[in-house]
Nanobody, 127 residues
């Protein structure tokens, strides 16, 4: 059973920074493309960022480009999403995901491309 675990979400003030973590016990994350998504109340799940296997390429959605950075720590088997200059519109549940058949991203992640998901971590940005 593949299970992804997100952590790091909390309440933060607008303009602040936060780092989310994604781990998957039993899965070598560096072998696969990993995506970050978010879903705000009443909205569709949105692809935020994607990192190809071996961190060979990264992609970002337009709404976060220049503010968010995806990275990997292979020693810890963890993928991070560093978020800076946070805005109230960034408030959402953030999810990480992977498809164990996919190694490369070709753009911001699309929900239907990913088969395995975590439970999500809540990020709330206050104005």
């Amino acid at each position: 059973q593949v299970q992804f675990v997100e952590s790091g979400g909390t309440l933060v003030s607008a303009g602040g920074s936060l780092r989310l973590s994604c781990s998957a016990p039993g899965v070598i994350l560096d072998d696969y493309a990993v995506g970050w998504f978010r879903q705000a109340p009443g909205k569709e799940r949105e692809g935020v960022s994607c990192s190809s296997a071996s961190d060979s390429s990264t992609y970002y959605g337009d709404s976060v480009k220049g503010r968010f950075t995806i990275s990997r720590n292979n020693a810890k088997n963890t993928v991070y999403l560093q978020m800076s200059n946070l805005k109230p519109d960034d408030t959402a549940v953030y999810y990480c995901a992977a498809d164990l058949k996919r190694r490369h991203c070709v753009g911001p992640p699309l929900r239907h491309e990913y088969a395995y998901w975590g439970q999500g971590t809540q990020v709330t940005v206050s104005s």
